[in-house]
């Protein structure tokens, strides 16, 4: 089979083992060494086949993330290969990634000859009929479930006839400008081909042959990129501080140990776009000088570690990753280390130790992994939307890059914004956008139309803002000013169900479970702030003064310890991690006075708090009830109304779960 | 091979030819190889079965009682053999908002177990898992690596019946 990277005729000198250095070019423009009508257009055929744009086929494409996945975007994949193969027409079925809209999964687009590429949201097996029936049968649209079309390159943007709306007019599509997801659900993330269609790897050519080094880390520090794993230090001046360290051996690191729960951006890119980060990786390797990488990510992420695999595989058979890339000279490795379960591995030095082989735990710094990093050479280490960005800066230059987003922070930044909106997805803003923008334009309001309580932002380590800072602007130093960090991306939007203290408490849980051990204030300090999160989510049920004073002393201590384990830690995880309780407790303070004080939880949401009653009109005494407690708390006799008893109740709501007839009252 | 207890020779005795292509795709004393075989290790046993530690101790000259520590730091490795499903509940931001903590509790309530433990039948175990990053379809439970999502503690009880049956 012909791709764009075989010789076109024998006037081709390309091989694995004496790469050409104008690969990139000549597949998208070439031949550039030698003037022959016919190997351009095999060249022009093969990148139309690639496109969508050859006439003889109908193009399907399936979004096959994850999240498709999940929801069962493999069956729908083999149906429709099936019936388009049943039907005689000649097609071409695609497996792409994530284009961000989770809540309209599973996402089909079919691209027929001559029309543009239609989307179609939430496909189940009838309506993959459907859309055979009409749409690529009849070229009519079905009704109710067209998300808009997509373009595909400049030229058939234009060709849209008007009967169906861009997908950029949708409203989680209006204000996003996808730098780093430029990709994501519009190509197959396994071809390389596709990727190098839609402009990739030029960016690397341009640094190879084009660039110095310092050139290559000065366009990055005038963009003003800064790190998108949650610190936000400036890309540019990291990679300057690896290339001036002294070392025989330099690493680069991909970070995708994407422990935050609450978001999968880096999931998302790696599954849908795997070449941007590899490519950005190369770059950054020969701006600073160093010859080996590990990408190190999640082992829970099974999609994207065989996508990367095959990408590192491809790279390698064709020139752009090993001995000599492009001709160049410059000799770069890469390879794959899968994390084991551990959020603190996304600190730079506790990754460091986990990819050496030993327990995860950080260490102090300095020395900076840039001095003195993996094995105590100089290593740089970026996050996955860090590295995605730079092939772009690169090839747009740091003005364009600069014109996005505030002065102080530039370019975009890719959200996962979940809990309780309308659209849940993957959203790629400019920086400096309002949250309110972002929640109630691109997230759509919030479901059955509550009202808003509260954002989580920065997972773990960040914090929740309240209704009165939604007009916050979404960059670095605002979030930061608000007790708040941009961290990796997870915004978790909350409604007037959720319970504040409860929130606080998860979280904590989390960073109690997650700390290394290695110091005290982390690991004794988060276990007592848990506890005492635990004493105020439970009723005193010894009632006695002596209690209660103990109680009512909870708050001041909360906030006290909290203050001294922000201090006194030795990592990002340990000292970030009472963010969550402090900001609730600045922005939710009658919450937890009400949980304090009233022994009351307005969300109803601790149990430990709630007061369970069968409402003796209703209870038909069934019995279900008794059968399911846990504890043996529900009595009565059958077909009789049962009651609970107050001591015995564990407050685990089961009981409502099952009851049949609602009879069961919570207070 | 003198520490390896007399069950090891069973153990081996099936699976024997993997392991030692595992090993043999390290070399001798490769610290950094340990973390990669024990995932290995895991994806051909479902566990950490103790003579296979030992036999990495001594080929990567490793003390055991530092891979015990390694083993027990990460949240991927087990050293108990698992169920024949495993049922992940996620317990990510989005699934707890959005209320994977029943989910859990009327799985424990039916199971009879708590997290991170095996039913007596040997057919399920229950674990929780910080986030699988399906959070649109919160609150998400996997059986065996099939996705379940938007579910009701109800439903859950269901499911568990569904593959209950099956047996």
Redesign the interface.
Known sequence: MFTLFSPCCEKCTHTQDNPCKDLIECALRGPLCHDSQSCHEKKQNRLNFLNGEDPKYTYVYVGMG??G???GAEKIYNYMSKQLEKREIPAVVKKVGCFGL??Q?IMVDVKKPGSPRISFSQVTIEKANEILDIFVEHDALPNGYVLGSIAMNEENSAKLNGQVKPIEEHPIMRKQKRVVLRNCGIIDPESLEEYVMRGGYNALSTALFKLKPEEVINTIIESGLRGRGGGGFPTGRKWFFTRKAQGDRKFIICNADE??????MD?SVLEGDPHSVIEGMIIAAYAIGANEGYIYVR???PLAINRLKKAIADLEANGLLGDNILGSGFNFYLKL??G????VCGEETALIA???????TPRPRPPYPANSGLWGYPTNINNVETLANVPVIIGKGAGWFKAIGTPRSTGTKVF?I???TKN??LIEVPMGISLREIIFELGGGLQDNKKFKAA?IG?PSGGCLPAELLDTAIDYDSLQKAGAMMGSG?L?V?DEE?CMVD?AK??LN?TKN?S?GKCIPCREGTARLLEILETIVNSDRENTEASLLKRYQTLAQLERLAYVIKDTAACGLGQTAPNPVLSTLKYFKEEYQAHVFEQHCPAKQCRGLLVYKIDPNRCRGCGICAK?C?NGAIVGERKHSHYIVADKCLR???CV??CPFDAITVN | MSKICCCSKDLLAGQDEKIQKLFRSYSKGEENALIPILQETQGIYGYLPKPILYLTSEYLHIPIGKIYGVATFYNQFRLKPVGKYLIQVCAGTACHVRGGGLILQALESELGIKAGETTQSGLFTLSTVACLGACSMAPVVTIDGDFHGRLQPKEVVKLLRDYEMKE
């Open positions: 994850t999240c996945m999940a929801a989770c809540t999964e422990g935050d729960p609450g978001a999968f999931r082992a829970e992420y280390k899968m084991a379960g551990a959020f986990s990819i050496e082989g030993k327990r995860g996962a979940t809990g309780k849940s997805g989580q997972g997870g978790v909350m959720t929130v998860f979280f989390f997650e290394c399911k846990p685990c709501g089961a779960e099952f």
